[in-house]
C-alpha cells in the first residue's frame, strides 16, 4: 500500500481523562516496528470492559488512551521479521497475547501469556509505549489493541488472523465479549451434558455464556438478571428458565437451590460484581458444584464461607474464556461461517465512529446488547 513506511494520519476517539466523554480527534500513528503489524479497522464493538476503564477503574496513568478492544479489520503494512501475516489479510486483534514460546503459552492449563501490555500492567491496561500520537501528546493503546481508530499497530503475537470469507462487522465481536463467555462455559468450566447451568447477567457475556452452556449438552440453563426485558433474549440462545432476583424476597442461590433440588453444577457470574460472584458460589450444589467468574472488576475483594468450598464446590476464573487466542479466535470465526456459534443475534445497534459516545451511554443504561461500530469503510 502507498502508506506502507509513512505516518498515518486518521481519526480516533481518545479518552483524554477517566469519566468524561471520549473525543473524535485526528492523530498519528506511525508505522510498524519490528514484529508488528499496523491495521485499518473495519468495525468495533462496544465493551464494557472499556465502561471500567473509563468509568470505574479510572486509573491516573491510563490516559490518554484510545478505547476500544473488539475489533476485526485488514493488515495496511507489516514491519520486520513478521512472518504469519500480509498486507490484505482479514484479522482480529487480540488482547491476550499468544506467543508461543513462554511458560504459560506452552502450558494446555492455560490461555495467559507472559508477554504484551498484560504482563505487568494490568491496573493501567496499557503499555508504556505505543505508536499514537495527537497534538504533539503520546497516546496510549488500550489493552494492546485500541479498535476505536481507523488504524492500529499491534504485535504479530496478539493478532489472528481469520478466514477471508468472515464478514468483518460480524466477527469483530470475538475479540472480547462472545469467545470470553462461550469459553467460560465450554473450556473453563468444562459444562458436562445433562446438566444443569445457572448465569448471572445477560449483557453479551452472559448470553455468550448461555449458547455455550447449550453448546455443551446442558439440560438446563436458568438465566438470571434483574433487567425483565431480557428473559426472551436469553431463550434465543437456549435458556429454559428466566428468574428475576427483584422478584423473590429470598436470596436468589436459596430460589435456585430450591429449583434445582440443592442447586446447579455449574455457575457463570458474568456481571463483574464481587457480590453477585458470591451467589453465584453459593447457588452451586455441595460435592461437585463449580462457580466461575467471568465478568471483569478489580476494584474490590471478594468474599465466601469457607464452608461453601470446603463443602466440594470449586471456584475458579476464566480469562477470555480460556481461549488461546490466536488459535481460538480462528476456530471461532469458522464456528461462525458453520453456523455454530451465534454473533448477528447479539448485535442491536450499528453506528458509526463517531457516535461512539453514545453507543456508551446505551450500554451504561443497559439499553444494547452489542452495539458495533463502523470505523473505515472496507
Request: net charge positive; with cysteine.
Amino acid at each position: 500500500m502507498a502508506t506502507a513506511g509513512k505516518v498515518i494520519k486518521c481519526k480516533a476517539a481518545v479518552a483524554w481523562e477517566p469519566n468524561k466523554p471520549l473525543v473524535m480527534e485526528e492523530i498519528e500513528v506511525a508505522p510498524p516496528k519490528a514484529n508488528e503489524v499496523r491495521i485499518k479497522i473495519v468495525a468495533t464493538g462496544v465493551c464494557h470492559t472499556d465502561l471500567y476503564h473509563l468509568f470505574e477503574s479510572m486509573h491516573k496513568d491510563g490516559f490518554p488512551a484510545v478505547l476500544g478492544h473488539e475489533g476485526a479489520g485488514i493488515v495496511e503494512s507489516v514491519g520486520p521479521g513478521v512472518t504469519e501475516l500480509k498486507t490484505g489479510d482479514k484479522v482480529i486483534p487480540l488482547f491476550i497475547s499468544q506467543c508461543r514460546e513462554c511458560r504459560f503459552c506452552k502450558s494446555p492449563k492455560t490461555n495467559q501469556c507472559e508477554k504484551g501490555w498484560a504482563a505487568d500492567r494490568y491496573d493501567v491496561m496499557s503499555a508504556e509505549d505505543s505508536r499514537f500520537t495527537c497534538k504533539g501528546k503520546k497516546v496510549l493503546q488500550f489493552m494492546g489493541t485500541s479498535t476505536f481508530s481507523e488504524y492500529t499497530v499491534v504485535n504479530q503475537m496478539a493478532v489472528a488472523k481469520i478466514d477471508p470469507a468472515a464478514p468483518l462487522d460480524k466477527v469483530c465481536l470475538l475479540g472480547c465479549g462472545i469467545s470470553t463467555g462461550y469459553g467460560a462455559a465450554v473450556n473453563t468450566a468444562k459444562v458436562e451434558p445433562g446438566s444443569t447451568c445457572a448465569v448471572f447477567g445477560l449483557g453479551a457475556v452472559g448470553l455468550a455464556a448461555v449458547m455455550g452452556c447449550k453448546a455443551a449438552g446442558a439440560k438446563r440453563i436458568i438465566a438470571v438478571d434483574i433487567n425483565p426485558e431480557k428473559a426472551e433474549k436469553a431463550k434465543v440462545f437456549g435458556a429454559t428458565d428466566f428468574v428475576n432476583p427483584k422478584d423473590h424476597s429470598k436470596p436468589i442461590s436459596q430460589v435456585l437451590s430450591e429449583m434445582t433440588d440443592g442447586g446447579v453444577d455449574f455457575s457463570l457470574e458474568c456481571v463483574g460484581n464481587v457480590g453477585v460472584m458470591r451467589n453465584a458460589l453459593e447457588s452451586c450444589v455441595k460435592g461437585w458444584g463449580v462457580s466461575v467468574l467471568v465478568g471483569w472488576t478489580d476494584l474490590y475483594d471478594v468474599a465466601a464461607r469457607p464452608i461453601q468450598l470446603i463443602a466440594g464446590r470449586t471456584w475458579k476464573g476464566s480469562l477470555f474464556g480460556g481461549f488461546k487466542s490466536k488459535d481460538g479466535v480462528p476456530q471461532m470465526v469458522k464456528g461462525y461461517l458453520d453456523k455454530k456459534v451465534k454473533l448477528d443475534e447479539f448485535i442491536t445497534h450499528n453506528m458509526t465512529l463517531a457516535q461512539v459516545n453514545d453507543a456508551i451511554e446505551l450500554m451504561k443504561q443497559g439499553k444494547c446488547i452489542r452495539t458495533v461500530l463502523s470505523v473505515s469503510p472496507q
